[in-house]
């Protein structure tokens, strides 16, 4: 039976950890969605068109769809029909985080599967929120984000 996989985060910006989670999704599901959200808190570096855009040039190479989304999780995840969740996992504060989520996540849409998943170790260092702060105090984010985000990067300069 055919799976379908829902990648969600806020991205901003996509960062080669999450590249690389995204092609071990591929390898795992049928069809993978990568699912943008709306920033809840803080304005965001990129908009969330630039987001998207960003994600889908990224992953130019893959099979996956990208989609922005807002509002419940479990709602997208009804909407796409999807098996899976998948998160992934740099540490143990990172589960702390994740944990009751995924569990209230799972009471809402019983049958919902959530999947952590983790880095290949030389990313598990990178965070967005680490790139931002680099590329604000005006370090080198090159080797922490794909090509194609760099160049959206310093364009932001
Ligand atoms: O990249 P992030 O910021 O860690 O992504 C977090 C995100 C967007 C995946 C998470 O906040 C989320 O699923 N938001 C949707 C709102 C929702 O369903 N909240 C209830 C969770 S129990």
């Known amino acids: 039976m055919s799976k379908t996989l829902i990648y969600p985060g806020t991205f901003d ?11 071990r999704a591929c390898r795992i599901a049928d ?3 990568i699912a943008v959200a709306e920033h809840s808190s803080k ?16 992953c130019a190479h893959l099979r996956v769809e990208v989609r922005p989304f807002s509002g419940l999780l ?3 995840a009804q909407e796409e029909q999807a098996d899976m969740i998948l998160r992934g996992l740099r540490s143990g504060t990172d ?27 030389e990313l ?5 929120t680490l790139v931002r702060e680099i590329h604000r105090l005006g370090g080198n984010t090159q080797p922490l984000i794909p090509a194609v985000v760099a160049t959206a990067l310093a364009n932001k300069r």
């Open 43 to 58: 304005q965001p570096l990129f908009s969330l068109a630039q987001r998207c855009q960003l994600v889908r040039d990224s």
């Open 124 to 128: 598990a260092a990178i965070s967005s």
């Open 74 to 76: 479990i709602n997208l």
């Open 95 to 121: 589960l702390d985080y994740e944990r009751p989520m995924a569990d209230l996540n799972r009471r809402m849409l019983p049958g919902l599967e959530v999947l952590f998943m983790l880095p290949a170790a």
């Open 31 to 33: 069809r993978v969605v």
């Open 13 to 23: 910006p996509f960062t080669l950890g999450h590249l690389d989670l995204a092609e």
